[in-house]
């Protein structure tokens, strides 16, 4: 089992930026697939950014140019790094980690973009 904690959150304009943080504790493997995903009040749970150990990315259409996922495998924790952002950012922010065909979740953190 591993264990994500998120950390980061808050109150921002729009516009402002904000860095989010992971850390993963517990049964860590060293290779594996990292991201985070956000749910908006009424709706689900949607990808954000994902990041592989070998340092893949792949990005939501609505983030790419804004947003941008890092990793310190040396304290097994992942990044967000969000930019311009947009009341539509507004959501919890989970964290995820995957290995082995299942997914470990952190509790979420939220972001508000407003003014």
């Known amino acids: 089992q591993v264990q994500l904690v998120e950390s980061g959150g808050g109150l921002v304009q729009p516009g402002g930026s904000l860095r989010l943080s992971c850390a993963a504790s517990g049964s860590v493997r060293s290779i594996n697939t990292m991201g985070w995903y956000r749910q908006a009040p009424g709706k689900g749970r949607d990808l954000v950014a994902t990041?592989?150990?070998?340092?893949?990315?792949n990005y939501a259409d609505s983030v790419k140019g804004r947003f941008t996922i890092s990793r310190d495998d040396a304290k097994n924790t992942v990044y967000l790094q969000m930019s311009s952002l947009k009341p539509e950012d507004t959501a919890v922010y989970y964290c995820n980690y995957y290995w082995g065909g299942r997914d470990n979740w952190g509790k979420g953190t939220l972001v508000t973009v407003s003014s």
């Open positions: 990041i592989t150990s070998g340092g893949y990315t």
